[in-house]
């Protein structure tokens, strides 16, 4: 079984930035798979935010958070970053970390193997 382990959340003021990390367990390497971001708020669909294939280099953010966010992969710390800046109201969610296989539909969290627990981040405006 892969362990995910996010951590790095926290409370913030609107404008503010936030780093949140995400340990990749041995048995998977992160830069040989697609990795990603999601959010879900109460009551609503868990969203894809950013997502990578460090292989090939591939990237995707949500429109609502390019240009704020930015996603890294540490190889050699097998852990995956989720830089964000200029934080809003609306980023408030908790936010996984996700992983699959290298071809895997990245844009569906139903194709994405293994999943963190999550980390809460709040902004307040």
């Known amino acids: 079984q892969v362990r995910l382990v996010e951590s790095g959340g926290g409370s913030v003021q609107a404008g503010g930035s936030l780093r949140i990390s995400c340990v990749v367990g041995d048995s998977l390497s992160a830069y040989d798979s697609t990795m990603a971001w999601f959010r879900q708020q109460p009551g609503k669909e868990r969203e894809r935010v950013a997502a990578q294939r460090p292989r090939n280099g591939a990237t995707y953010y949500a429109a609502s958070v390019k240009g704020r966010f930015t996603i890294s992969l540490d190889i050699y710390r097998n852990t995956l970053y989720l830089e964000m800046n200029s934080l809003q109201a609306d980023d408030t969610a908790k936010y996984f970390c996700?992983?699959?296989?290298?071809?895997?539909?990245?844009?569906?969290?139903?194709?994405?193997?293994?999943w963190g627990q999550g980390t809460q981040v709040t902004v307040s405006s």
């Open positions: 996700a992983a699959g296989s290298s071809g895997v539909d990245w844009s569906d969290h139903l194709k994405y193997q293994y």
